[in-house]
Each structure stands twice: as C-alpha cells, then as structure tokens.
C-alpha cells in the first residue's frame, strides 16, 4: 500500500511538471541580418549578406534551431557578436551564387572544420546546377566541393591534419552535406527539422535564383534575397517578384534586398540598366510587403548603403542616403508595418519581447 502511494504521488508530481514548463516554454523566432552589405563593394565594415533564424522557446533563447541563408564576407564574425558559432548552425542555404551571398562561406566551414569536425555534418541546401542561355553553368554543388581547394593546395589542409586525425582528411568540403532542388514556380518543402519547415521557390536574378520561406510555430519569415521580377525591365507592374509575393503571403516577416529608386537609369548615377533592373526597388517592396499582409519589412542588402556617397564606381546623384530616405521610399510603396533598414545585426522576434 506504502508503495502505491508513493508512485501515485510521483505520477502527480510528474503531472504537475508536464503542463508547468510547457506554458513556461513559449516558441520563439528571431530574424536577424548578419551582413547588410548591397553587392560585393565594401563599405564601412558592413558584412556581405546574410541572415541568421533562430527558433526555439525562452528556455533556450529561441536557439534550438539555426539556420542561415546566404553567407557573406564576415558572416562568422558577427555570428560571433551573437554568441553563435559555426558548430551550432543546423543549415546554410543559399540564394545564389555570387560571391557576395557566398564568400564566409569558406570561412565558417574552415572553422567548423578545425574545431568541430565531429559535429553532424553541415546541410548546405540550394538549387540543383543551371545552365544558362550564354552557356555557363551555375553550380552550388561544385562551390562546395572546392570550398576548400585553396588550403588543399596550399598544404595546410595536410599539415593541420597531421596535428589532428579526427578531422576529415578531405577537408572542410567533407563536413558538407549538400541539398540541391530544382527550383520551381511553386512553394516546395527543402528542409525541416522538428517544428521548423523551410520552403523554396524559383526567383529571378541569376540561374539558380531562389528564395525561401522559414514556418514555426512562433511566426514566419521570407528570405526573398536579391529576387527580382521575371519580366527584366520596365515596362512591367513592379519590379518585385511574383513568385516570391506568392511565397511570402501571410508571412509575419520579409527580409529582402532593395535599392534605392534614386539609383535607376534615368536619375544619372550611372548604374548599367541591367544591373538595377534585376534588383527589387524599396518602394515596391513596401507595396508587395502591403499586399502579401506582411508585419515586418526588412530591407537588407541595400544599394547603396546608408551614408555612402558612390555604389562601387557609382556616384549618388542627390548625395549620400540616409535610414529615412529607405523608410520613407518604402512607405510610399504603401506599407504601413514596420519598416526596418538593415543595419548589420539587426533583429525582429515573435512574439516581440
Ligand atoms: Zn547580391
């Protein structure tokens, strides 16, 4: 008799736990810019881009899951300002493979590398190899697969490994898992882990161009990158992307690269046509961001970046932008959430705090 009492009380205490920390567990998301860079000029210590989802509850600080999209000069670097290191991200996805979405890349697995090489391996998820109509090939699986030919070469590789045998003796390019899809015009599952789905849809940029969605219980986000309409020039109703409005309806949050209206062809920066054709404006992004019933808009990747008086070779016909000349272009577009001007390290958490 003593002990049935004595494990009907342990089934109450055990009880009593159960639905305590589960109120006590609430999820959380947090989105924040880890390099806000527009292009692969530098400027002013900005990081290239990147964007850092964290997703969890308050007993973890919303950090269960980690997952980075894009990776640009100094992504380490500042995941280091958030406490986070190259181990402890679940998945790297891309957008595309310009250097300026990609080139910390190296860096975060080299550093994986040398100090976790028994970590599970990384998931690098991105578009399966595309061809384009003037015959190069873009490929995300290639990238990683020489991500590390330099130190291979160089030797060092060799020399670290013969300090230390549990690394992969192929080097960093070993602890790389890749994840290639074929992009599509429709919104398809590539990733997930437990609560957290990552979805992906063709944009347009470059070949291979994606954009994805993040969904948790705690709120979503879009990664729209540097995704631009199908139809490559004006005339057309907006220079945003169809697929990525599509992607991104009912999104708590969209975090996309913008430049600014004052930099088009007409207005005498001497930007080529195509390279501010192929980016989405600021002020349409606040009018897709209105449309698909967004909360938060956060412009990244800006062209140019705040306080800057030239993009590369291009001088700003009117002077150096400022964080209210973005806000007020995004306004016009018709957005009335919240507007944030990527500055690096930046953050949106749902539920705010
Ligand atoms: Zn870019």
Same mark, same amino acid.
């Given at each position: ?33 880890? $390099? ?7 400027? !002013? ?17 919303? $950090? ?25 991200? !679940? ?85 790389? !898992? ?107 992004? $606040? ?24 993009? $590369? ?24 959430? !919240? ?15």
């Amino acid at each position: 008799m003593k002990k049935i009492l004595i494990s009907l009380s342990l089934v109450g205490i055990f009880w009593l736990a159960g639905p305590a920390s589960t109120v006590a567990a609430a999820p959380c998301l947090i989105v924040t810019l880890t $390099g806000t860079q527009g292009g692969p000029s530098v400027f !002013n210590g900005l990081a290239g881009s990147g964007t850092l989802v964290r997703y969890g509850d308050d007993s973890n600080d919303c $950090g269960a899951v980690r997952l980075q999209f894009d990776a640009g000069r100094g992504t380490s670097m500042r995941l280091s300002q958030l406490g986070v290191t190259p181990a402890q991200i !679940n998945a790297v996805f891309f957008t595309h493979m310009h250097s300026d979405h990609a080139d910390g890349f190296a860096d975060l697995v080299q550093v994986r590398w040398h100090f976790s090489a028994k970590a599970p391996k990384l998931d690098m998820v991105c578009s399966a190899d595309q061809p384009s109509p003037q015959g190069y090939g873009v490929s995300c699986s290639k990238f990683a697969a020489h991500i590390a030919d330099a130190y291979l070469k160089s030797g060092e590789i060799a020399q670290r490994y013969s300090e230390d045998k549990t690394r992969p003796e192929g080097g960093p390019a070993a602890l790389i !898992n890749t994840i290639a899809f074929e992009p599509k015009d429709e919104p398809q599952q590539v990733w997930s882990s437990g609560d957290v789905k990552v979805s992906a849809i063709r944009s347009t940029h470059i070949p291979g161009h994606a954009s994805y969605r993040v969904d948790t219980p705690a709120g979503s986000v879009v990664i729209g990158g540097d995704a631009g309409n199908d139809v490559f020039a004006p005339p057309r109703t907006s220079s945003t992307s169809d697929q990525v409005e599509k992607l991104a309806k009912g999104a708590d949050v969209i975090v996309h690269s913008a430049i600014h209206p004052v930099m088009a062809p007409d207005k005498g920066s001497g930007m080529p046509p195509p390279f501010y054709f192929r980016q989405s404006t600021s002020a349409d992004l $606040g009018a897709m961001a209105k449309r698909a019933g967004a909360k938060h808009l956060m412009l990244t990747h800006l062209i140019p970046p705040l306080g800057a008086k030239q993009q $590369g070779p291009y001088k700003l016909p009117g002077g150096a932008l400022t964080e209210a000349d973005y806000r007020k272009s995004a306004q016009e577009g018709g957005f009335a959430g !919240n507007i944030i001007v990527g500055t690096d390290l930046v953050s949106v958490r749902l539920p705010a705090k």
